[in-house]
C-alpha cells in the first residue's frame, strides 16, 4: 500500500457478527452473503484464543471482521492447521486466507495476494545471556521453529548452506517452540518480531531478542488465483481502512510501543 504506518501493541476484544468453525466443516466457499476466511488461530497477537479458552481475537480476525464489515457480508472464520490452510483455497472452501501470510515468490505464482497491509522482521528469541546474536551463532545449538513458515524456510536455507545445528526441532505451534526454550529443551527460536514482541511481553525475564534481521517481511492477504473480482474488493477495503484510521486503531491494541512495525 502507498500509506506507511507506525503500529503499537495491548489486548482487545473482538467485534460481535462473526461465526466461527473448525478446519472439519466441508462447505464451499464463494456466497455474496457471506466471506470464509481461514487462520490458524495459535499466532498470538495476529490471531490467537482469549483467557476464556473459545474467543478468537488479534490483530487478523479484527482486520477480517472490518473488513467483511466494509464488503456488507457475514464473516465465516475457520480455524485451520498452517500447514493445512492454503488448501482450503485450492479446494474453494475458503475464499482468503488471513493468517500472516509472508509474500514470497511462490505464492505469488500461485494465489492472488493483496498488496502487503503488515510488515515484520524475522528474529531469533533466546535467554538474554546467550551470545545468539546472529544466524552464523546458531551453529551447534538446539534451534525450534514453526512448520512452513518463512522462519523454517530460512533456517533449512542456511542449513543447506553449511549451518550444523546440533538439533532442529519443527513444530504444528508456535507456542510448542516457546515451550521448548522456557524448559530448556532448545536454545533459541526463530519467529516473527509481532509474535516475539507478544511472548517476551508475557514473561521478559525468559525471553528476549537477540537478533533481528535488517530487511521488513511483508505479509498480504491470500485468495486463490484468479479470484480476481474478490482481490479488488478486499484490495479497496483495506485502502479504505487505512485511510480511516480503522487499521490504526486495531494496531494498536495488538502491538507494543517499543516494537513498532511498518505498515504498507
Known sequence: ?????????????VMAGTVFVSCGDTEKAGSDDQLVVAMEIGYPPMEYLDEDGTTKIGFDVEVAEA??????RELVIKDVAWDGIFGQLDSDRADCVISAVS???ERKEKYNLTEAYIANKLCIVSKSDSGLTSPDTLAGKRVAVQTETTADEYMKDKIAAGLKLEDYKIYDKIINCFDDLKAGRVDAILVDSVVAAYYIGQDSSTFSVTWENDVGEPMAIALKKGNDELTEEIQKALDDLYADGTIQKIADKYFGENNSVTVK
Open 1 to 13: 500500500m502507498k500509506i506507511k504506518k507506525l503500529l503499537a501493541l495491548g489486548i482487545a476484544s
Open 67 to 72: 473488513i467483511a464489515k466494509k464488503l456488507d
Open 103 to 105: 509474500i514470497t515468490d
